[in-house]
């Protein structure tokens, strides 16, 4: 059921005898009254002052596959979630979306497939990102779509990323995207925080004009530390690179020191025409906090960097709970479709109190954006005609200060709509304010987020009821036939989140059915530090199970069942914690400890992250560890082999064709979730088994009945 909401009885306002209207509304009580300074902060808005284009506020899809879990919601459960994103005056109602473009390795939470895993190769139906964008799209016709590559196949350039083979490749993603998806791009990246090419940003400018993406913009270079704008100065003294890039891109403005465009760079910028985008920031807060910080980092952007863009990382929660940055930042934690259960989080309204009050087109209106005296900020945005929309927020200040918007050029002198947000309500209407004399006087409250607009239509979008939370299903049996059309569904099954590499729905190699495979031959040129291909699945807090599957290992391969995985990596690097039955195609089987890996990369985000982000590394004492190992006689490769995985307390238990092997006892892991593995040699091969007959249930239970898609749960794309 949808309750939109729209024609809610607004909250009253409450006049202050010391301005004509104000929006009094005290954290305990929207009718409390509240002393308000004696000298307004007065701000001039004129019509006709002129100002920047905006180009939209909007998140970032992928960089770790972060809608895995999404695509596997029943419907109308998807639906919904992806309506309270991207449907416009519904919830977030975001204006552009940035989307990676998926390159089969690591990106921060996992991996994603690519349309090209060899020069040779080209399928335009694996993974999930076309149908994000699809369904986006759909929703809103105006959305602005953009993206880039965290990782690429390893045959790209050799290893080298900024090559011909990378200008190509994009070439063909985008092809894919307007030839079976009638999508365009409005902007593209040359590579997320990977440093700076002058020759590849050129050679890239001319593989899209001479292929028909001339009007696809190019940003560069999308980095993050305090160095990422040195090249704008190098821009000036060299045409060739000023004409190839478009626009200025920059990660993570807000909350870095030195972390903002400097005024010379806004110079610099200004000179050449350039915008200044922000094409990934960071808001990794809890609860309320999160949404007043998104409305404060948008309009910090704008304020101190002069970006008319800013997406932050990421939208859609669609990831395992223990996978890194699994709660905090997105706006939709979508954790569990098997039960289709998801949670909204207070940040999708942040989003929403610019999202539904601005569109791409619109404009920062000279001398209507600042910080307010008392802490806070705001920004004004004027429409090609004469509405406007004003987005305000008290994050930091410690009482109530009165603002006074004197209006003049034209501008609309309809009512504005008011909404605020603030800890106790979410994206609440008020009174409409009616402008007196040609100004619009108001009383803010601290730590409240207002947004005032001369547009209608804005609504707080729900659906009721959202189904209750369930766990994994327990027992699970998954045989993988129930996938009529790989293709259909991204050649992904159901519930399998890959943290590197890439395990796909494919034939069976004896032609008996279908099964799964790690499909990567090769190491990528990865966005993260490698280790090996593995998959997981299930739940955290599974203790004693038995984990089983058959492998069919090719010349060279070595495969494994994981269990007990408590840790997948910190965003940067994924050696997980928990353990593994290996086997390889010379017979050699071994139990193996997985214990992390402490990161070496700068650690970024809020004191707390990087707490957490030492805790998990620093508690391990790093790299895998065998436990116990045996040579099977008579082992024969290519043939359908079953492993078996065993908990039970403090004992492991492997068993290969039903017979015990191995057996160890350890006591460091107690619990975690189950996944695949396979290896990767020194020379950068990686296996590619076929695994089939994934079950997990309890020790010495029967199997199962094979899962099967629920109903409402849909593949993602036609026949």
Request: proline share 7%; hydrophobic share 35%.
């Amino acid at each position: 059921m949808v309750n939109p909401t729209p024609m809610r009885t607004p909250t009253p306002l409450r006049l202050c005898a010391l301005a004509p209207l104000s929006l009094l509304a005290a954290p305990q009580s929207i009718h409390a009254q509240a002393s308000s300074p004696a000298t307004p902060h007065v701000v001039q808005l004129d019509g006709h002052a002129g100002g920047k284009r905006f180009d939209g506020i909007g998140i970032v899809n992928g960089g770790g596959g972060t809608s895995v879990l999404l695509k596997d919601y029943p419907e109308p459960q998807r639906g919904q979630i992806l309506d309270l994103v991207f449907k416009p005056k519904f919830g977030a109602s975001v204006s552009t979306l940035l989307v990676e473009i998926p390159g089969d390795g690591n990106s921060t939470q996992g991996s994603m497939p690519s349309h090209m895993r060899t020069r040779d190769d080209l399928d335009y139906t694996r993974g999930y990102t076309w149908w994000v964008l699809r369904e986006a799209k759909a929703r809103n016709p105006q959305l602005s779509l953009d993206g880039a590559a965290w990782s690429a196949p390893g045959w790209i350039g050799g290893g080298d990323f900024w090559s011909q083979d990378a200008a190509d490749y994009y070439v063909k993603w985008l092809e894919g995207l307007r030839d079976v998806y009638g999508l365009e791009f409005d902007a593209i990246g040359c590579r997320n925080e990977k440093g700076v090419s002058f020759s590849f940003v050129k050679r890239f400018r001319e593989t899209l004009d001479a292929n028909g993406f001339d009007d696809v913009k190019i940003h560069a270079f999308d980095n993050w530390p305090e160095d990422k704008f040195d090249f704008v100065d190098d821009m000036l003294h060299d045409a060739e690179l000023q004409e190839a890039i478009d626009v200025i891109g920059g990660h993570v403005f807000y909350g870095q020191p030195d972390g903002h465009a400097s005024a010379e760079v806004q110079r610099m910028a200004e000179q050449m025409g350039k915008p200044i985008w922000n094409t990934e920031d960071h808001v990794y807060l809890p609860g309320f906090d999160c949404e007043i910080g998104l409305v404060e980092c948008f309009n910090d952007n704008y304020i101190r960097s002069g970006a008319t863009k800013i997406v932050n990382w990421y939208d859609i929660g669609g990831v395992y709970p223990l996978e890194p940055y699994a709660e905090k930042p997105p706006m939709i934690l979508a954790h569990a479709p098997w039960s289709g259960h998801y949670e909204v989080r207070e940040a999708l309204w942040g989003y929403a109190h610019y999202g539904q009050f601005s569109a791409v087109g619109w404009q920062y209106l000279d001398g209507g954006s600042g910080e307010l005296e008392g802490g806070g900020s705001y920004v004004t945005l004027k429409s090609p005609g004469d509405d406007y929309s004003i987005i305000i927020e008290t994050k930091d200040a410690d009482a109530p200060q009165t603002i006074r918007f004197e209006l003049t050029g034209g501008l609309s002198t309809d009512d504005l709509c008011a909404w605020r947000s603030n800890a106790q309500e979410q994206f609440t209407r008020l009174d409409d304010l009616q402008p007196d004399d040609g100004s619009v006087t108001l009383t803010l409250q601290p730590e409240t987020i207002y947004s005032l607009s001369t547009t209608r239509g804005q609504q707080k979008g729900s659906f009721d009821p959202i189904p209750e939370a369930a766990p994994f299903p327990f027992p699970y049996y998954e045989t993988f036939e129930s996938y009529d059309d790989p293709a259909r569904w991204g050649h992904l099954p159901r519930y399998t989140a890959d943290i590197a590499d890439v395990f796909e729905l494919t034939e069976r190699p004896d032609g008996k059915g279908r099964c799964l495979q790690q499909a990567i031959p090769a190491r990528t040129i990865s966005w993260a530090p490698a280790w090996q291909p593995y998959t997981i699945i299930g739940d955290a807090t599974w203790h004693d199970y038995e984990v089983a599957a058959d492998v069919y290992l090719n010349p060279g391969d070595t495969a494994g069942v994981m269990g007990r995985i408590n840790h997948v990596g910190t965003g940067y690097g994924y050696i997980p914690k928990g353990y593994s039955l290996q086997l390889s195609d010379s017979g050699e089987c071994a139990l193996v400890v997985m214990r992390g890996k402490r990161d070496k990369k700068e650690l970024v985000g809020d004191a707390e992250q990087q707490a957490l982000i030492k805790a998990q590394n620093d508690a391990a004492e790093g790299g895998e560890k065998v436990l116990a190992s045996t040579r099977l006689p008579d082992f024969e490769p290519q043939q359908w082999h079953r492993l078996t995985l065993r908990f039970e307390g403090k004992t492991i238990t492997g068993l290969v064709d039903g017979k015990k092997v191995l057996h160890a006892e350890d006591y460091r892991y107690a619990e975690g979730m189950a996944g695949l593995l396979a290896a990767a040699d020194e020379d950068g091969r990686l296996s590619t088994p076929y695994y089939d007959n994934l079950e997990i249930k309890p020790l010495g239970a029967p199997t199962p009945p094979p899962s099967a898609a629920r109903s409402g749960q849909t593949p993602i794309y036609p026949r």
